[in-house]
């Protein structure tokens, strides 16, 4: 096969991996970190604290994480047809994509939330902050650099999954790869695949690193840490203050 013939499936291919990916990677964050933030909050000692609903949310999401992927998307085939209308294409594989993605990402929320200091939630409540407003202006910023970090890595493995959907015409890469260098001994082909997947998680992963560092130096743990303004959820008479909101500055 010529490079005149390849050059146009690759170009459709990558950018269905790009689109499925990043339609996954989008319902995962929107899900997985509401998710990963409860799992700490429910938690022993955590701001609404509940044993049950926590082991209750921890093992559906540790049933989801240790189900291989091949087989989850095989399972959620009659789900995605009622959902998309079919089970082909790059459409219907973002349902199993994104479905993978979130139990896996809301882990990396909870590891990320976890490692905020604890005396800045203690100090948001001793001002009257209520949960919404520790985890708003505390949790959320805190661990903000972690979960870009968290993010890329989730991205990074929605693109070896979607490699895998390829397997079930999915289509991208991963159904180039099959299709063209394994069914029909197209080596050159199923080697420039690799290559252009290999750029493609090279870049995503510097973008993600740089995002990260950029948000540490702004901000994070290892930078200037910036103010922390609440709401009034005190009345003035209640603080002995009057006029401005309450702020909170961390130590340097």
């Not at 290559?195 to 948000?215: E, K, M, N, T």
């Amino acid at each position: 096969m010529t490079w005149s013939e390849m050059q146009p499936l690759l170009e459709q291919a990558s950018w269905d991996t790009l689109y499925m990916v990043g339609w996954s990677t989008v319902i995962a964050v929107l899900l997985g970190l509401p998710l990963g933030i409860l799992l700490v909050l429910t938690d022993r000692g955590g701001l609404l604290q509940n044993s049950v609903a926590n082991k209750v949310i921890g093992q559906i999401v540790n049933i989801a994480r240790s189900m291989p992927f091949i087989i989850l998307m095989v399972a959620l085939m009659g789900f995605t047809r009622w959902l998309t209308g079919t089970t082909i294409g790059r459409e219907a594989a973002i349902v199993p994509l994104a479905i993978g993605a979130i139990p896996f990402f809301a882990r990396l929320v909870e590891t990320s939330v976890r490692e905020v200091d604890s005396g800045l939630v203690e100090a948001v409540q001793s001002m009257g902050g209520s949960t919404w407003t520790v985890v708003r202006k505390v949790l959320v910023p805190e661990s903000l650099p972690s979960m870009i970090a968290g993010v890329t890595t989730t991205i990074v493995t929605l693109i070896g999954y979607s490699a895998m959907a390829g397997t079930v015409g999915a289509g991208g890469l991963g159904d180039i790869a099959i299709r063209y260098g394994y069914q029909r001994f197209e080596s050159g082909l199923m080697w420039i695949t690799v290559a252009v997947l290999a750029v493609v998680i090279s870049l995503i992963q510097f973008a993600g690193d740089f995002a990260a560092r950029g948000l540490h130096r702004r901000g994070g743990r290892s930078g200037a840490a910036p103010k922390l303004r609440f709401l009034r959820d005190r009345t003035p008479a209640a603080t002995g203050k009057t006029g401005t909101e309450p702020e909170l500055t961390k130590a340097s």
